[in-house]
């Protein structure tokens, strides 16, 4: 974006003789987060716009001067995805379909077509570029630090037909032997598991707690209380310790390739 909008906040902040810790203090706003959006590497949520609105008595100006963001996510997933930027360890399960860092956009759009009601060929364009952007993460070696756990339905399940499921397994596999992500299987023989009933995220951050993400049918939550958290942590590595291991993972993400 544009980084009038990081500049104007800079310069507001310093006029108001606040640092970057005590202007996140003020506003209930992390420190980072505000170093991203002087940076121009972030853009603020509404609330987060009052909220600095307030603490630099600056009326409605930086919640209405807002710069447009051209990324389109359901709205329930909207914090989740800031949060996602943000991260420097982020765990997911996914036990249906492949989540979206992971996509390949012929992934992407076999799952749009099925959407009811359907999307425009205009809309799907752009979800299909905010899930690409969202993906950029992983183009970086050092961080987030990214594990995925699987269930193996994710793997089996054809979307799109056998080519475009081939090539998304092994993106998967090239993500896992450049080193860049983790990933485990959870064996259709082993029965239940502790996370069978969501999609589950787990975020870490280098200066704030961390939080979990669950996701259904057009529904998703943000979890941050802390024994919410810990919790679902706790079911994510019950989980972990009964899939394969990384190099067992591997071989079944190369053969599922392969059939």
């Given amino acids: ?131 690409l952007e969202r993906a950029k993460i992983l183009t970086n070696q050092v961080s987030p630090v990214v594990w995925a756990l699987f269930d193996e339905a994710v793997l089996r399940r054809p979307v799109g037909g056998p080519g475009v499921m081939t090539e998304q397994i092994m993106h998967i596999v090239r993500l896992v032997e450049d080193n860049r992500v983790r990933v485990h299987v959870l064996p259709f023989g082993l029965g239940a598991h502790p996370l069978l009933q969501s999609m589950l995220t787990l975020m870490w951050f280098e200066d704030q707690p961390p939080v979990a993400y669950t996701e259904g049918m057009r529904v998703g939550k943000i979890h941050d209380a802390p024994a919410m958290v810990e919790q679902l942590q706790g079911a994510y590595d019950l989980a972990l310790g009964d899939a394969l291991p990384l190099k067992e993972s591997l071989a079944l993400l190369k053969a599922t390739a392969k059939e």
């Fill in 1 to 131: 974006m544009s980084n009038t909008y990081g500049d104007w906040l800079k310069q507001q902040r310093e006029t108001a003789g606040l640092t970057q810790q005590q202007l996140a203090d003020v506003a209930i706003m992390t420190r980072s987060h505000i170093a991203h959006i002087e940076a121009g590497r972030r853009v603020p949520s509404k609330e987060d716009a009052r909220r600095l609105d307030r603490a630099l008595n600056t009326g409605d100006v930086l919640s209405s001067f807002l710069p447009r963001d051209e990324s389109v996510v359901a709205d329930h997933f909207e914090v989740a995805r800031q949060l996602e930027q943000q991260a420097t360890m982020i765990r997911e399960f996914a036990f249906s379909l492949v989540p979206g860092i992971f996509q390949t956009e012929r992934y992407m759009r076999a799952v749009l077509r099925t959407a009811f009601p359907p999307w425009s060929e205009d809309e799907s364009d752009k979800i299909v570029v905010t899930r």
